[in-house]
């Protein structure tokens, strides 16, 4: 047969014995600075712990493994399973070097006096990994400091492991054994804080393996998902859910006492597919069309993919069958970050009905096309996602309570110079005429919880307020879906009252402003539980407290039936901010115009509390430019508070204020300004409109510029560590006013290509990022479910994540990633009133 025969049989024998991975698919760094080949990427601190909320699973070594990325935290740990606020390694160095495919890292704990170094470097079909001490570890971390390397449970449910060739299935739900371990030997959380409520027992839970040996293979029968790790060391299976839900299957060795140098070394494979191609995302509104808009499927193509020519609509009959409407070319937009992109125009079908998307293999679920399409696109947002959020009342559905009473031992002063792992601080001065810990009556009204957690920040509430009020004003939504009593602290959803529900949420929300100021004298930064164990609290929001005001002469769990010796009441974070004064002053004006015929005592107190915070600030000296939490916002804010002062009031001081700041602000950012000046354009005399139009001239360029920057022409990322879909809502919104006043200078579309984005035009997947809204949507997100696996309806997620340095994320298997997923109220105001603005331009003549 000759050599060249032998050689393709002993080819093709080899390719079938290795079943479907790739033959020798050697890593290489990329110029990118991560490990790649096709099918599998290996990212080395590409993203770093930030210390802030310290582990939030997108940090050091990590597996794109397929196009998903199913591995994370690959570092040296102080836990088997670490918790999100256990200590995170910093990183002092990292080091590519391409030439020898190595890439290396220095880390440390300053707070332990441990620096480590892990070199990874390509071998064969996957990585070595080596752990490099200068001196040996500290006494106090010997048996505690190993390395460890975490997957995502969502990948790996209902599927297996080989530990030593023992097999083993992956647990659906932490089942494996823990141990409990005096206090005493535990590595000490950050600042003091405790996640475990131990009901003062000096003790804490230590999960066990699930299995231990030299050779781990994950999911041996999906060539998807499967993984080995071998080591000289041995090598634990651990379940991170046993400790806390967000947890992750973590794989750990420990690393040896009394050694330097190299200490540890694991050989990683992670199996790849012959030829992968990651299946194109056909992006489009899941909500379906308008007859009359452009439409346009945004398809996201894998980098080896060499695309086709063509893409086809099809319509659905009422008998069901299926009907070619269009086949049409698709057009080149080109590469970003680390996919291509093309565009299948099909605004040419505009006949009513439900409707496809062909491309290639790939066919998506149905949509419609109707001038329907956005009126009630907005309905789950304020029946179900608003009412679930409120605090200081129980919230029914049908058979279900989504929470009882919460909050109603509201609320401590916080103590001084408290560092709160939130975010929230504490200075010198409580700044009211509170002792630290002493009850502030009068709180437990009002108020929606702020996201997936259960504080109230006043910050949000004022956006909020503010946007539910420009809704109402602007389109008149009188829907009535939801009976709320005050009185009676009761909600009950579906269940009308005879009560417009977006004035009653207004209301909601500006009782706990107005009771703020009322009894402490001012807005604070925000209400919230002073304890770690209570924060990740999940479930009813009722039973996060015993609803019993403290009492420092009982002792703790002990009550007298109307106090108890607990100190689990929220804290009130209470210094004075020149930033939350403009801020609240604005949104009370603002409610006082919607609540005048709803409820015109509420309405003229918060026009009085508005004047007044607005009096005292501008009595105030001036803050330092760089002093505050909030200073970076404090010129966004105060041109709100005069702009909406002078909107009720009319009078001529706040209109003033507002020209005295406005154009300077949008010579400095235009983007983050602008909407302001269009918001009050309509109230504002002709100069100032002629004065606004140059800028809008200007506001163009950078529409364009978003036209070529991305394909969806959107601002995409703007925050770190969060996705980007409320600056997009705001971006569209401001097009919408700037259209409304110039039309010749901002089309429609502009406004149209944020929802579409919203609705499933995005990259990653196409699914609607507004749960219950679209026929696909966000079913696993971060509301206060999310243990469940669970969404609530009308929700909003903050979208795609970018992660470093070219990976764009959005998980729908796992609801615990907060800057991907997690519901927030003012996202959830400002998307109701795009869907309306878009609404009303689609039903213009």
């Known amino acids: 047969m000759g050599n060249k025969s032998l050689f393709r049989n002993w080819a093709l024998i080899l390719f079938c014995t290795l079943g479907a991975g790739q033959l020798f698919a050697q890593l290489s760094i990329n110029e990118k600075e991560y490990f790649e080949t096709r099918g599998l990427n290996v990212l080395v601190f590409s993203n770093e712990y930030n210390g802030f909320f310290f582990d939030e699973k997108n940090a050091g070594i990590e597996l794109i493994h397929h196009g998903m990325r199913s591995s994370t935290g690959g570092a040296v740990r102080l836990q088997n399973t670490p918790e999100q606020w256990d200590l995170v390694p910093s990183l002092v160095e990292r080091k590519v070097d391409r030439a020898s495919n190595t890439i290396e890292v220095t880390t440390r704990y300053n707070q332990l006096d441990l620096t480590s170094k892990i070199i990874v470097k390509a071998e064969g ?10 001196k040996p570890l500290p006494e106090n971390l010997e048996g505690k400091a190993g390395f460890n390397l975490e997957f995502l449970p969502a990948a790996y449910f209902e599927k297996s492991y080989l530990v030593n060739g023992k097999p083993g299935i992956f647990p659906l739900y932490p089942s494996g054994n823990t141990k409990i371990k005096p206090i005493s030997e535990k590595v000490p959380q950050f600042a003091g804080h405790s996640t475990l409520d131990t009901r003062g027992e000096e003790e804490f839970i230590e999960p066990q393996p699930l299995a231990s040996g030299k050779t781990i293979i994950l999911a041996p029968e999906d060539s998807y998902h499967r993984v080995k790790i071998t080591s000289e060391t041995e090598i634990s299976l651990f379940d991170g859910r046993s400790l806390a839900q967000n947890g992750w299957f973590v794989t750990r060795s420990i690393l040896p006492a009394n050694k330097t140098g190299k200490v540890l070394e694991w050989h990683l494979e992670a199996n ?3 030829n992968w191609i990651r299946e194109p995302n056909i992006g489009f509104s899941q909500i379906g069309y308008h007859p009359e808009q452009k439409k346009l499927a945004i398809i996201e193509l894998d980098k080896n993919d060499d695309g086709l020519q063509t893409a086809s609509l099809y319509q659905i009959t009422p008998e069901g069958k299926t009907v070619e409407k269009l086949t049409g070319k698709v057009t080149e937009w080109g590469e970003h970050f680390r996919y291509n992109y093309v565009n299948f125009d099909f605004s040419e ?14 066919t998506t679920n149905t949509f419609p096309i109707s001038e329907q399409v956005y009126e009630t696109a907005w309905h789950p947002t304020l029946d179900i996602f608003f009412p679930v959020q409120m605090d200081h009342m129980k919230v029914n559905e049908a058979y279900r309570t989504w929470h009882g009473r919460p909050f109603m031992d509201d609320a401590l002063q916080a103590p001084l110079e408290q560092e709160h792992f939130d975010g929230y601080s504490m200075g010198t001065s409580t700044g009211t005429k509170f002792e630290p810990y002493e009850h502030i009556p009068g709180l437990d009204v009002g108020g929606w919880f702020d996201a997936g957690d259960y504080d109230i920040q006043t910050g949000t509430h004022c956006l909020t307020i503010t946007d539910l009020v420009a809704s109402w004003e602007e389109f008149g939504l009188e829907r009535d879906q939801t009976h709320i009593n005050q009185e009676n602290r009761y909600v009950d959803i579906h269940r009308p009252d005879g009560q417009i529900d977006i004035l009653q949420q207004i209301e909601h929300g500006t009782l706990n402003l107005v009771a703020q100021i009322n009894n402490i004298g001012h807005p604070v930064r925000g209400i919230i539980v002073p304890n770690l164990h209570q924060y990740h609290h999940l479930g009813d929001a009722s039973t996060e407290t015993d609803n019993l005001p403290y009492n420092p002469n009982l002792q703790p769990f002990e009550s007298d039936g109307v106090s108890s010796g607990n100190m689990d009441d929220r804290w009130v974070f209470s210094e004075r901010s020149p930033y939350l004064d403009y801020s609240t002053a604005g949104a009370l004006a603002a409610a006082s115009r919607a609540l005048k015929d709803y409820n015109p005592s509420l309405s003229a107190e918060c026009l009085e509390l508005a004047k007044k915070l ?7 000296p001036a803050p330092e430019p760089s002093s505050g939490y909030f200073a970076r916002f404090l010129k966004l804010s105060e041109m709100n508070a005069s702009m909406q002062l002078y909107v009720t009031t009319k009078d001529t ?3 003033e204020a507002f020209e005295s700041k406005i154009w300077n602000a949008m010579d400095e950012t235009l983007d983050r300004t602008i909407d302001i000046a269009l918001h009050a354009a309509p109230h504002m005399d002709t100069e100032f409109n002629n004065k606004l139009k140059t800028y809008v001239q ?11 920057d991305n394909p969806y022409g959107v601002p995409m990322f703007r925050r770190p560590g ?9 971006f569209a919104i401001a097009n919408y006013r700037a259209h409304k006043l110039f039309p010749d200078l901002v089309d429609r579309e502009h406004v149209f290509k944020g929802l579409h984005y919203i609705f499933g035009r995005h990259p990653h997947s196409n699914l609607s990022f507004v749960s219950g809204v679209g026929t696909k949507s966000k079913k696993v997100a971060y ?3 999310r243990a469940d696996f669970s969404f609530i309806a009308g929700g909003v997620v903050p979208g795609i994540l970018l992660m470093s340095p070219d990976y764009p994320e959005n998980k729908e298997n796992w609801p615990f990633f907060w800057g991907e997923n997690e519901y927030i109220v003012d996202i959830g105001a400002s998307y109701i009133f795009l869907v309306n603005a878009a609404d009303e331009l689609l039903k213009e003549k």
């Open 125 to 134: 079909k996957g990585v070595n990994i080596s752990v490099h001490l200068d």
């Open 653 to 655: 001081q706040y209109a």
């Open 783 to 785: 509301g206060s479910n």
């Open 272 to 274: 790849t597919v012959a």
């Open 614 to 620: 607005w009096q005292e600030n501008e009595n105030m």
């Open 349 to 362: 079908v505009t006949e009513t009905g439900i409707y496809f998307i062909k491309y290639g293999d790939q």
């Open 722 to 730: 969060w996705g980007g879909n409320h600056g997009i809502i705001d």
């Open 698 to 708: 200007k506001y163009t360029s950078e529409i364009d510029q978003l036209e070529k």
